[in-house]
């Protein structure tokens, strides 16, 4: 079933090559947003996907982050690395941007997969002690990696938390 955000996040997808999918019709249960991109070249269908929850733990958006890491490796990915990692500071809304590979069995055939993320944690301005943790991932191969990055930079780019009526995220 595909889950929902608990918070507004408005964006737009980077050019009309990407469209929007039901998660399920690609075996994704845990996002909230999924959307494919037709015309890329080599046999794998490039995704952007959007998954979050409100996280009441006190893990580290880093060891948050690293779950990345064992959830690929819990889908069956071999090879799992962290490619590259920067952390982003703010008050209310700091983030990791990373860059994952994997090596995954897909239709049948391996390939070498990487994964570009922003794992972002939004705090609620009334109550600091809750948090709402959003990931956004570019899932493509490692040939496309060069080409599809600047179209995911362009999507984050335009992605925002919408605010409620009375000033509070969600």
Request: glycine content about 8%; some cysteine; aromatic content about 6%.
């Amino acid at each position: 079933m595909t889950s929902t955000l608990p918070i507004p996040v408005r964006f737009d997808l980077p050019g009309d090559h990407w469209e929007p999918v039901t998660p399920e019709s690609l075996g994704v249960e845990n996002a909230a947003f999924l959307a494919v991109r037709r015309g890329a070249e080599g046999d794998f269908t490039p995704t952007l996907s959007i998954a979050g929850d409100w996280r009441t733990d006190d893990a580290t958006l880093e060891q948050i982050a690293d779950e990345s890491l064992a959830v690929l490796r819990g889908q069956g990915a071999t090879e799992v690395e962290l490619v590259k990692r920067r952390e982003i500071d703010s008050d209310h809304a700091p983030a990791i941007t990373q860059a994952l590979g994997a090596m995954a069995v897909y239709d049948g055939r391996t390939l070498d997969l990487r994964q570009a993320q922003v794992v972002q944690g939004i705090v609620d301005v009334h109550d600091p002690q809750k948090r709402v943790v959003v990931t956004y991932t570019l899932t493509c191969t490692f040939k496309q990696f060069d080409e599809m990055v600047p179209e995911f930079q362009q999507f984050m780019a335009s992605v925002e938390v919408v605010a409620a009526a009375d000033g509070t995220a969600g």
